[in-house]
């Protein structure tokens, strides 16, 4: 069981719009020695099967959504141009770590244009879960709230691991493969995530207590 109970990924249409198309058309393919035609087939289908993936996890990353396509864009733009160097089979995990250097670049511009960066629940799930009661809704509508103050205030390292797993639902192994760190690493980052977002729910709960909001 996942310490975000129910809580998983809808496909965002705007990503499931542009994977559609399985294919990639953005920069000119760099062969580095190896095989043009073999080279983009390996593009084409890494885009094809991890397109979603990457804007989602972008969003979650903390870029807006009006940046999210461009970010995706450059995400692929540098496996066009590396795609030789990737192991076979470990597009994925070099995808994500791409996404993660691009969405801190994105993150770095917005605070020296806007001075902050807002917290952003609508990143977490595109859409609320419709077979909800009404009550589970708001439950759910005030925890991705709260998410959403945690993880903006959480270091990308360790929002990345807890987004993955708690999210994502990616396994610890996975996610040691994914950011080519110790699986030690990945339990301590992930255990530090759980705290930083168990005591900011009871930061928030502590003031309805104390005003006789629990009877």
């Known amino acids: 069981m996942t310490f975000i109970k129910g809580m998983r990924p809808a496909s965002s249409s705007t990503a499931a719009q542009m994977a559609s198309s399985a294919r990639y058309s953005g920069a000119p393919y760099s062969t ?18 991890n397109a979603v993936f990457i804007w989602r996890s972008l969003r979650r990353l ?12 450059q995400v ?3 496996a066009a141009r590396r795609m030789h160097e990737i192991t076979e089979g ?6 994500f770590q791409s996404a993660m250097r691009v969405a801190m670049e994105v993150r770095r511009e917005i605070v020296t244009s806007r001075g902050r960066t807002e917290p952003d629940e609508d990143a977490l799930f595109e859409r609320p879960d419709p077979a909800l009661r009404p009550d589970d809704a708001v439950d759910q509508t005030r925890t991705l709230r709260l998410l959403g103050h945690v993880l903006e205030a959480m270091p990308l390292e360790r929002r990345a691991v807890f987004v993955l797993y708690e999210i994502e639902g990616v396994t610890m192994a996975e996610i040691a493969s994914f950011l080519q760190i110790p699986m030690g690493t990945v339990a301590s980052r992930l255990r530090c995530a759980r705290e930083d977002f168990r005591a900011a729910a009871a ?6 207590v104390m005003h006789g909001g629990s009877k």
């Open 32 to 49: 580095g020695g190896g095989s043009d035609a073999t080279g983009k087939a390996r593009l084409a289908r890494a885009f094809e099967q």
């Open 62 to 73: 903390g870029v807006p959504r009006e940046a999210a396509d461009d970010a995706t864009q």
């Open 76 to 78: 692929f733009l540098v």
């Open 90 to 95: 470990k597009e994925r995990a070099f995808l």
């Open 203 to 208: 930061r928030v709960e502590r003031p309805k």
